[in-house]
């Protein structure tokens, strides 16, 4: 009998990270689901570590590498479940995290996808509770928030890796477009919203981890110009009833940024790691001193001349009760 979910896991060298993420899925305390694994190329020890596992609802999907996109649409051809769930590789989920959400769409079967909050994670399973997506403001103390489009746009509340979605609809909106290299969940966001219901649950049962070979990071450079382009896309479908893609026309591509040595430098000293705030800012919430160390170290040593650097090294421990207090007392002496 074919199950009632089909959860999706591409990797690419993965095997720091695979096994928690595995047996995440594992223990779930919804159990009639399938977990297709798509081992797209690794050269490291990823498969060995999927074909240890002797539980019969795993499949293993070997091929060369191919991305992303299209190691889901591969992940797909198998797929028998009435609701695809997605699952990164590097992430974990909470036991109850799969019963909830198809509890939810078999009591609002007018809803074609529900997804939920996530939290973050260090490399090393430290965990953030502060810093979650959506933000709790966003729902506003409602158990579940219905997006449309405008909110879609302004919000980017629906996080990939926690979506459960209905296969029918999925696969006649043709599964996702490959011609995105990044940001393919995006635009498959904007094609449901074209004609069908997303609902936010406001819970959080799913895990982020942050590191620094995470598919966001490996993209960086590209992933804005694919958001955007799905933006635009969207746009044109609501004017037009179709979209350059669909129609045929040739892919843009983004342009070709700079990744040398001498477009990072800066003054010793003068180089503020904004890139960092974020990441910081969770090493101090989950108290991972072993990764805020090292990235102290690292933000102070590049911009240890910048005023914005202590203040970023100071603030997330104080609060922010008393930074607002500080501002406050600030202008006020100003004025």
């Keep these: 009998m074919a199950p009632t979910v089909s959860i999706i896991m591409p990797v690419y060298n993965g095997s720091l990270y695979i096994r928690p993420a595995i047996e995440s899925v594992l223990n779930q305390d919804f159990s009639d689901f399938e977990l297709i694994i798509v081992n797209d190329g690794s050269t490291d020890e990823t498969a060995e570590i999927v074909r240890s596992y002797t539980d019969s609802r795993i499949i293993l999907i070997n091929q060369e590498n191919q991305g992303v996109a299209r190691s889901l649409n591969n992940a797909l051809k198998s797929a028998r479940g009435k609701y695809i769930r997605r699952h990164d590789a590097d992430d974990v989920s909470m036991n109850d995290d799969l019963q909830v959400q198809v509890d939810f769409l078999e009591d609002h079967p007018e809803f074609a996808l529900v997804c939920s909050q996530i939290a973050y994670m260090t490399d090393r399973g430290k965990r953030a509770m502060k810093y979650r997506n959506p933000h709790n403001d966003f729902f506003e103390g409602r158990n579940y928030v219905e997006v449309d489009y405008d909110m879609y746009m302004k919000?980017?509340?629906?996080?990939?890796?926690?979506?459960?979605?209905k296969r029918d609809v999925l696969m006649s909106l043709?599964?996702?477009?490959?011609?995105?290299?990044?940001s393919e969940d995006v635009d498959l966001w904007l094609r449901f919203l074209d004609n069908h219901r997303i609902a936010v649950l406001n819970q959080c049962h799913y895990y982020v981890r942050l590191h620094h070979n995470s598919a966001t990071?490996?993209?960086s450079s590209s992933v804005n110009f694919y958001r955007d382009?799905?933006?635009?896309?969207?746009?044109?479908?609501?004017?037009?009833?179709?979209?350059?893609?669909a129609e045929g026309r040739p892919m843009p591509v983004p342009e070709k940024i700079s990744t040398s040595p001498s477009a990072r430098i800066s003054a010793p000293g003068k180089r503020y790691r904004n890139d960092l705030l974020f990441y910081y800012n969770i090493l101090v919430n989950s108290k991972d001193l072993v990764n805020l160390r090292r990235t102290a170290g690292t933000i102070i040593r590049d911009g240890w001349k910048m005023p914005g650097t202590w203040k970023m090294i100071l603030f997330p421990w104080l609060g922010p009760k008393?930074?607002?207090?500080?501002?406050?007392?600030?202008?006020?002496?100003?004025?």
């Design 155 to 165: 919000y980017r509340p629906v996080i990939h890796a926690t979506v459960l979605m």
């Design 174 to 182: 043709g599964g996702y477009r490959t011609e995105f290299l990044t």
């Design 217 to 219: 990071r490996m993209h």
């Design 229 to 245: 382009l799905a933006f635009s896309f969207a746009e044109q479908r609501r004017n037009e009833g179709s979209d350059d893609l």
């Design 322 to 335: 008393v930074v607002k207090a500080g501002v406050t007392m600030k202008s006020w002496l100003n004025s």
